[in-house]
């Protein structure tokens, strides 16, 4: 009898226990049916880039011939008498998009074709077209192109401004070159600002994106592309659980203005910003640390105009609330240019409201929004960020004129190259550097996957580093 209730009682808990891990199968997500429905939309896209190489570029990294060696004349004779002349080379990259109408319009990422002479977009039975460039637009890492195609698989587009964070989302794309590979994950965060895209509020989650995925679309449990995948953030060049991805809203703002006009222009406040800090909220007269704290008013620009003061924090932004400083680019951005808005500050402890007039935002509006402090100025490829030498500071070093002060190094070629905050950079491929402007410039024209010299100042002594920026 007592075995009996022994057998009863286990049976009852494999039954308890089944139920319990039917349950649980059943609150996962199912995606089977959401990549059979979309994955004929997704593309594969290669590009190639022609560029001339000369023999002495074949040279080993690092090693340049010295003026006058006569080993030019060794080249010559090695490669032929057109030996000095430049050679043809190809190089090729791949990335993702997908297919945004029937009629053959296609999204990917500003980064994967740019500069591209032939664009190849692939699908998923496996015919290939040659695609052109209708728009790109560098800010917002959004192209749109096309296909001579009809008829095609097209995506259906969901409200990037409906989505919560802890939400399941799936990306479709190839990484490293591995065709329609899903991965999925959840939504981390939402509007993420970074140094080199203060305009995007970015979709952060922990979806494995890798290099091939740039471009890809990023879905929810709908099957509707909530978002452009487009960027890792990544100590060794590989996932490491934080991925970025651009909102759909942002991006068919872009396309839009593509379509309509041929360009994308952004509104344009003209100032610079910082977070305001807990020390800082009390000192302002704020119950708690919100808003954009403005640290300078550009000359003749609409806030200077509009009567914006440094000291001013703010609020509200045509009836949108400032949280951080990092929501106020996208909301400025995103405002029509030409709209008189109202802006609500605190301005010695009192709250005053301000008109302004936007306009578009000038071309090398980023040497200025590119930094949260006056006088420093970030540039993302080097993952490096730069100030104005103080006359204190010059007397200190011993440097008479010219050069930056480096304040912040991340992750990237910067720190792989040895550099570190509290250097003098004084020069960078052979270019002197005069000021944080002109040294953000030179940072945009460096070549790729090559050494490149740097001349730092270090405890007064001056150094050469190599720098190679890796792409």
């Known amino acids: 009898m007592r075995v009996n209730k022994n057998w009863t009682a286990l049976a009852m808990l494999m039954t308890w226990l089944m139920l319990s891990v039917s349950v649980q199968a059943r609150s996962l997500p199912e995606f089977t049916e959401l990549v059979a429905d979309n994955g004929d939309a997704v593309v594969n896209i290669r590009t190639h880039n022609k560029t001339e ?98 008829n095609l698989k097209a995506v259906k587009l969901g409200d990037s401004d409906d989505l919560k964070v802890g939400e399941w989302v799936l990306a479709i794309g190839s990484p490293f070159g591995f065709d329609y590979s899903a991965t999925a994950g959840i939504i981390s965060a939402l509007g993420r600002s970074l140094p080199s895209d203060s305009y995007v509020p970015f979709i952060q989650t922990d979806v494995a994106i890798n290099p091939g995925n740039s471009g890809g679309p990023l879905f929810n449990l709908d099957g509707e592309v909530i978002g452009i995948n487009s960027q890792i953030y990544s100590r060794t060049g590989g996932f490491m659980g934080v991925s970025f991805a651009i909102p759909i809203g942002t991006v068919m703002n872009v396309v839009d203005q593509i379509k309509s006009q041929g360009y994308v222009s952004r509104g344009w406040l003209g100032v610079v910003i910082q977070d305001v800090t807990r020390e800082l909220a009390e000192s302002f007269g704020l119950s708690k640390p919100s808003g954009a ?28 609330e400032v949280e951080t400083s990092s929501d106020l680019p996208p909301i400025v951005g995103r405002t029509k240019v030409g709209k008189e808005v109202e802006v609500e500050v605190m301005r010695n402890n009192k709250h005053e409201t301000l008109k302004v007039t936007i306009e578009e935002l000038p071309k090398d509006e980023d040497l200025t929004n590119n930094s949260s402090k006056p006088g420093r100025f970030v540039d993302s490829r080097l993952s490096m960020e730069v100030a104005d030498i103080t006359p204190e500071q010059r007397k200190q070093f011993d440097v008479a004129k010219g050069g930056v002060i480096v304040m912040k190094v991340e992750q990237g070629p910067a720190i792989k190259a040895g550099i570190r905050p509290g250097d003098i950079l004084l020069s960078i491929n052979n270019t002197d550097i005069q000021d944080p402007h002109q040294f953000i410039e030179v940072a945009k024209k460096l070549p790729a996957n090559k050494p490149i010299p740097v001349l730092v100042q270090r405890g007064g002594s001056a150094q050469f580093l190599a720098l190679e920026i890796k792409e």
């Open 53 to 150: 190489q000369t023999p002495t570029s074949m040279l080993p990294r690092g090693l340049e011939l010295p003026e006058g060696s006569g080993m030019d004349e060794f080249f010559k004779k090695f490669f032929g008498e057109q030996g000095g002349s430049p050679m043809p080379r190809e190089s090729e990259s791949l990335g993702s998009g997908f297919v945004l109408s029937s009629d053959g319009y296609i999204l990917t990422n500003h980064h994967v074709i740019k500069d591209a002479d032939e664009i190849i977009v692939r699908f998923s039975d496996r015919t290939e077209l040659e695609a052109k460039v209708l728009g790109s637009d560098a800010r917002s890492d959004v192209a749109l192109i096309k296909v001579d195609a009809k």
């Open 293 to 320: 704290l403005i640290s300078r008013v550009v000359d003749d620009s609409p806030a200077a105009r509009a009567g914006f003061k440094a000291g001013d924090v703010i609020l509200d932004f045509d009836g949108k």
